[in-house]
């Protein structure tokens, strides 16, 4: 989809309901759906998170969405696929500033040219207890990014007409952080296949545009 067409339809996503819950639980297995469904988060005490679900123009003036492959370490997140974005530090204003900064930190996208168009609906983590604040960010700019070599393994720019195709959507047998060989819905985009919390996440994004198409 061109830019400029894509961009016409963000006064309307400004103005929609959230699919919320019932849109995140399309892309979590059975086991995850029953687990969130019985915890009290207040009793978790989780740490927060921002991140951006950001389009913006390629130099064909077709859009994309930002992705980023992470780096490979000891932790929950290793070498996964998610957004720009990470967890709030106590100089932070509010949750949206978190957002921003992160990005900007891993990515090298200044918040200048960013701006926040929704606020979608938290999911919580409960492998890291995050609870992740996502926003749908635009970018009128052909952006350059400057991965965070310690953090970002690769940038993935994915078209927007692959991330909405309900055939990239499909499940895969892995192994989480609760359970082994178990079927995880996925989308498969740009060969990488994005699970969990980012793919929960990108199920109410595209919920909200698929309705407007």
Do not use: C
């Not at 859009?63 to 000891?74: E, Q, S, V």
């Not at 692959?162 to 609760?178: A, Q, R």
């Amino acid at each position: 989809m061109k830019f400029t067409d894509f961009y016409d339809l963000i006064p309307k996503i400004k103005n929609m309901p959230l699919p919320g819950q019932e849109s995140h639980n399309k892309m979590a297995p059975a086991i995850r759906v029953q687990e969130l469904e019985k915890l009290k988060l207040e009793n978790k005490n989780p740490r927060k998170a921002g991140v951006i679900s950001l389009f913006y123009p390629d130099e064909a003036l077709e859009t994309r969405l930002l992705l980023i492959l992470r780096k490979t370490y000891n932790g929950v997140h290793s070498n996964q696929v998610g957004f720009p974005g990470g967890k709030v530090e106590l100089s932070d204003k509010n949750i949206e500033e978190t957002a921003l900064r992160e990005t900007w930190e891993e990515v090298g996208v200044s918040p200048k040219k960013i701006e926040l168009v929704k606020q979608m609906s938290s999911v919580y983590i409960p492998p890291s207890n995050f609870l992740v604040q996502p926003f749908i960010g635009v970018s009128t700019n052909n952006l350059v990014f400057t991965k965070q070599d310690d953090e970002v393994e690769e940038i993935i720019e994915v078209l927007f007409t692959d991330f909405m195709d309900d055939t990239v959507v499909f499940e895969e047998s892995l192994t989480t952080s609760y359970a082994t060989n178990i079927e995880v819905p996925a989308f498969k985009l740009n060969d990488y296949t994005v699970w969990g919390a980012t793919a929960m996440m990108l199920s109410e994004v595209k919920e909200m545009f698929k309705k407007l198409l």
